[in-house]
């Protein structure tokens, strides 16, 4: 046999090249067969609607309402387990308290808890708080990325060889682990950024987490050098981990999560696939989108309060001449809501006063001019089913910007707010497990008859 050049790890070779081009040759399936076979693509019908794949009592997602016998858009709401979103940030805010772990508590048990359980939660994540000896040099420091999402995956399937009940998918096993992951996620995250920022040549931090403090303070004291922080930076980070905690059973990573556990397998395996789900620009890198968008806008938009301006430029974004050219304004826009998302409502009178304190009005200014003009523009370029109104991440992208957050750690902090959904979720498909998920596909190919190799 003849030999072969050698190339490195990451090369993509020209007979790799020749593979995938053949592969593109033979795998695209006429758009029309979507139209003549009835398929739902992404789970959605033509007007956008979902497809009802479950039943789920741990999150609500409103979008519209029926009057007069039709179904209009409404005003979004969020609920969690019955309790308006609005609500439990609100009141957590007037008891100046933080609201992750009531929430995360919540999610997982369908309850709001008393002021007494809430403390022994609390506690227990505390406790739950560590790292085995040496994890963190043999894991993490080791072969540290550049992706804090795979980081975080690799820590989570690596904690698995750590646990004696791996596979075991009791109740109170599995409801063990989640909680486990969920006191741990800061930790992984954080430290994986660390030894990457050390791998670049910068000072390596790897702070002890505190037992006192919430999740929200120990991400900002894991992560500073100095580990201070405001108590306002603190309460909107936490506000921030509220609202992504959880988002309706349909969302992909929940969705993952649901179809992987389905299968039976353990609790460490589900949060990996639900992070490799969570990873994609399309879901959890969504805001590293808007905030390198508002990068480039910043430099091409000469004059911040010129409206026309703007609309220039967003013409631009979504005619594909400007920033990546995906024809795409990110932060706008969401696949349930129309009218508004409860979050980003939730989100914008924050970053205002955050804006005020960090000295950032101007740019806080720039996003309120996009926010209004992007929907017209929208509008005005498109034709469009529903209505476009700021997601999510067109406000959480600027608040971690606003911390001094590295951008590295915008998605990983999604998914330390998502586990606790995703063990709502998770533990809802294993007390009302049924049969494994598996959605049919329609075969389009032709039949071949086989030739044998030396007639090809």
């Known amino acids: ?119 022994d939660f609390m506690d227990q994540l505390a406790s739950y708080r560590t790292l085995p000896k040496n994890f963190v040099r043999d894991v993490i420091l080791k072969a540290p990325s550049a992706d804090m999402m795979n980081s975080l995956a690799k820590c989570v399937l690596s904690i698995a060889s750590y646990d004696d009940k791996t596979d075991d998918i009791s109740l109170p096993n599995v409801v063990r682990q989640c909680m486990q992951l969920i006191a741990t996620f800061p930790l992984y995250s954080v430290y994986s950024y660390q030894a990457y920022n050390y791998k670049e040549g910068n000072s390596l931090y790897i702070h002890a ?26 309460h ?42 969570l990873k994609g620009p399309k879901h959890g890198g969504a ?8 990068e480039d806008m910043k430099q091409q ?9 703007i609309k220039r430029y967003l013409k631009a974004l979504l005619h594909g001449e400007a920033f990546d050219r995906a024809g795409l304004i990110y932060g706008m826009g969401h696949a349930v809501y129309s009218l508004s998302d409860p979050r980003a409502n939730i989100l914008r009178s924050f970053v205002e006063t955050l804006s005020r304190e960090k000295g950032r009005t101007e740019e806080y200014g720039l996003y309120s001019r996009v926010e ?22 067109f406000y959480s992208g600027f608040v971690y910007h606003m911390l001094d957050l590295p951008l590295e750690l915008y998605t990983p902090i999604f998914a330390v707010a998502r586990i606790a959904g995703w063990s709502a979720h998770r533990i809802e498909e294993l007390i009302n497990m049924g049969k494994i998920i598996r959605p049919a596909y329609c075969y389009v190919g032709q039949r071949q008859a086989y030739v044998p190799i030396d007639q090809r």
Not at 68 to 90: A, M, N
Not at 301 to 309: H, L, P
Not at 372 to 378: D, G, K, M
Request: aromatic fraction near 8%.
């Open 1 to 119: 046999m003849a030999s072969t050049p050698i190339y490195s790890y990451s090369d993509v070779t020209p007979a790799i090249e020749a593979l995938a081009a053949r592969s593109l040759q033979n795998s695209c399936i006429d758009p029309d067969d979507y139209v003549r076979y009835d398929v739902k693509r992404g789970l959605r019908d033509l007007n956008g609607k979902g497809v009802v794949a479950g039943l789920t009592e741990v999150s609500e997602i409103v979008s519209n309402q029926v009057v007069g016998g039709k179904t209009v858009p409404c005003e979004g709401q969020l609920f969690y387990r019955g309790y308006s979103i609005e609500d439990l940030v609100r009141c957590s805010l007037q008891e100046k308290r933080f609201g992750f772990e009531e929430a995360a508590y919540l999610l997982m048990f369908g309850q709001l808890p008393t002021r007494r359980e809430l403390d």
């Open 301 to 309: 938009v000469k004059d911040w309060n010129d409206e026309d301006e």
């Open 287 to 294: 805001n590293i989108k808007v905030i390198r968008m508002f």
């Open 209 to 234: 987490p505190s037992p006192e403090l919430s999740t929200a303070e120990n991400i900002l004291s894991l992560l500073r050098a100095d580990s201070s922080y405001s108590f306002w930076e603190a």
């Open 372 to 393: 209004r003009l992007a929907p017209q523009v929208i509008g005005d370029e498109r034709r469009i089913y529903k209505g476009v109104a700021a997601n999510v991440d």
């Open 236 to 277: 909107i980070l936490d506000i921030c981990l509220m609202l992504h905690a959880e988002h309706g059973g349909g969302n992909n990573s929940t969705f993952t999560t649901h179809v992987v556990t389905s299968s039976g397998t353990d609790t460490y395996s589900c949060m990996a696939a639900a992070l490799a789900s």
